[in-house]
């Protein structure tokens, strides 16, 4: 475990880094869209909309940053110097989420324990740190009990937040050990020049 730390902790530290940037991004789109449409008709759907592309861009810096981890990895498990760990994405993805996933299990008890102040922090901290997350979340309502009840009202849902991330890392991380490039322009280098055929 010592070694992982050693080796991955820029890369977990980039990851959250990384969140937070897209997190204030996302939630200072979110605001805008909220401000510019408030009592509109269309305002859910046009903010869905723009915390849905700040999530994809979110998970495309998640893929990049992954995808070059795994294609570094290549050359050490390749030449016998790591062991193959096809999952390692997942993992790392796993600890730069520790924080979210302390806040979801603070707000869970919180919650469950009926304590409004504590969940209202909680909640309001958890959702900053996840901003690029804020307009889905509050756009889209389940009906629980007879009421609709928005997503960021459910604490299970601060939970699968950080899903898409994991999978993301995941995925990214299996393709950059197998130098598949799933985006061919991630990456991509200009094939070397050979020597022999320059004209001296």
């Known amino acids: 475990m010592k070694k992982f730390f050693h080796e991955y ?3 977990i530290v980039k990851m959250f880094v ?4 897209i997190s204030i991004f996302g939630f200072s789109l979110t605001i805008a869209t909220t401000s510019a449409h408030a009592g509109s008709a269309g305002f859910d759907l046009l903010t869905f909309i723009v915390s849905i592309f700040a999530v994809i ?3 495309f810096l998640i893929y990049t940053l992954a995808w070059e981890i795994g294609s570094k990895d290549k050359i050490s498990v390749d030449v016998g110097k790591k062991p193959y760990s096809p ?3 997942i993992l790392l993805s796993l600890v730069a989420n520790i ?3 302390l806040l979801a299990l603070l707000y869970a008890i919180a ?3 009926k304590s409004s102040s504590m969940t209202f922090v909680v909640r309001l901290i958890a959702t900053l740190l996840q901003g690029m997350y804020f307009g889905i979340i509050t756009s889209v309502s389940l009906p629980i009990s007879g009421e609709y009840v928005q997503l960021n009202s459910l604490w299970p849902t601060f939970f699968l937040l950080a899903v898409p991330a994991m ?4 995925l990214a991380y299996f393709l950059g050990l197998k130098n598949f490039r799933f985006f061919s322009f991630i990456g991509s280098k200009k094939p070397p020049v050979d020597q022999s055929k320059i004209k001296k």
Do not use: I, K
């Open 87 to 89: 999952h390692l994405g």
């Open 167 to 170: 999978l993301t890392s995941w």
């Open 18 to 21: 990384n969140q937070f940037a």
């Open 9 to 11: 902790s820029y890369n």
């Open 99 to 101: 924080p979210n996933l």
């Open 111 to 113: 919650t469950l324990a």
């Open 57 to 59: 861009f979110y998970l």
